[in-house]
């Protein structure tokens, strides 16, 4: 008697449609053809409530993570600080390794555990806004899959941190972006 109504489209092309919906608990989920036969829907493994996919707003849909990149996947990383620019630095990938401009004995654990640390970068919502104050900071890493190339520019506002990648606002917690707050002596190697 209830759901949501699913299109699936191929471009402008519709492929089909279904009804998405499941019991009060939203324990089992169904799904009905537009005839109306009913199906009970599961998925090995996914444990949790399906038809729920189907009830996300459009922020729902929208990822909170912010950059797709891996230490292996990155050729460069900055980060400028227009606050405190002796803390702008780079990273650069230098084939075997990475070169950060200045550092001569770079502690390799130290560059990529910060490289690895962007992939787990989470906003902590997506805000339609816009803000046109003077940014903070900005973070720029340039992938070999240049569809993942990223411009995270950050503004702070007190305890959270407004954040624009894509032309998308996030809020962020000042504790997460804490982490990337390094200058360029951190990656150096402590003496042997």
Do not use: C
């Amino acid at each position: 008697a209830q759901g949501t109504h699913v299109e699936v489209y191929a471009g402008e092309q519709t492929l089909g449609s279904f009804w998405a919906g499941g019991d009060e608990g939203k324990e089992k989920s169904y799904f009905a053809t537009e005839g109306g036969e009913v199906f009970l829907v599961s998925l090995p493994g996914y444990t949790d409530y399906l038809s729920g996919l189907f009830e996300l707003g459009l922020a729902g849909w929208r990822t909170k993570n912010i950059f797709q990149n891996t230490w292996r996947s990155i050729l460069s990383f900055t980060l400028e600080d227009f606050t405190n620019p002796e803390n702008t630095f780079s990273i650069q990938y230098s084939d075997p390794f990475f070169e950060v401009p200045g550092v001569t004995k770079i502690d390799s654990n130290r560059v990529v555990g910060y490289l690895e640390s962007l992939s787990t970068l989470r906003a902590q919502a997506l805000v339609d806004t816009t803000f046109e104050g003077a940014p903070w900071m900005r973070l720029t890493a340039v992938d070999i899959n240049e569809k993942r190339n990223l411009e995270l520019t950050l503004y702070s506002t007190g305890s959270r941190v407004l954040g624009k990648a894509n032309q998308q606002y996030y809020w962020f917690q000042e504790a997460h972006i804490q982490a990337f707050l390094k200058d360029p002596k951190f990656f150096t190697r402590a003496l042997d």
